[in-house]
């Protein structure tokens, strides 16, 4: 007997390529955002991101945000908490597709929500620092995601 069972929020029956990974990004250089492109050859959804803002003695409220951007770098999706940063207080993010609300702060971290969306080849993801001044620094980047193959026959 054959029941057709209608598919969890953006969860089409792609192939996994391997386990989740734990990926270790590369800290930008002082001023810039993070930003990780998808390539061509997965799907990709990020399960979770951890980061470490260091901010500059300059004043000015700061906000760490995650954004999901489509292959023209234009923002579809965003993830944040109602959290700014002060000057000079270094503070962890940790994004999760596992949190219902953020909160702050949990063993000196934010937590953040994560809207576990599929992203086609050519997207990315960017850890944008909004009001970032041309010191601070994004550090200690890691992150996990699922990847899958774009050959899967969705018929």
Known sequence: MHALV???LDAPPLRRY???????GA???AGADFVQELGGAFHARLVSLFCLLTPSADVAAREVV???????DERFALAGAPVTVP???VTSFFFSAYLGEPDWETDSTVLVPLAPLLLPPTFDFRIHVVNMDNTDTLTQIRFVWER????ADLT
Do not use: I, K, Q, W
Request: charge should be negative; hydrophobic fraction near 35%; avoid cysteine.
């Open 6 to 8: 209608a598919p969890e």
């Open 27 to 29: 800290s930008p250089a």
């Open 18 to 24: 391997g386990l989740p990974e734990l990926v270790y």
């Open 87 to 89: 000057a000079s207080d």
């Open 66 to 72: 995650l954004e999901y951007r489509n292959a023209a």
């Open 148 to 151: 899958f193959y774009t050959d």
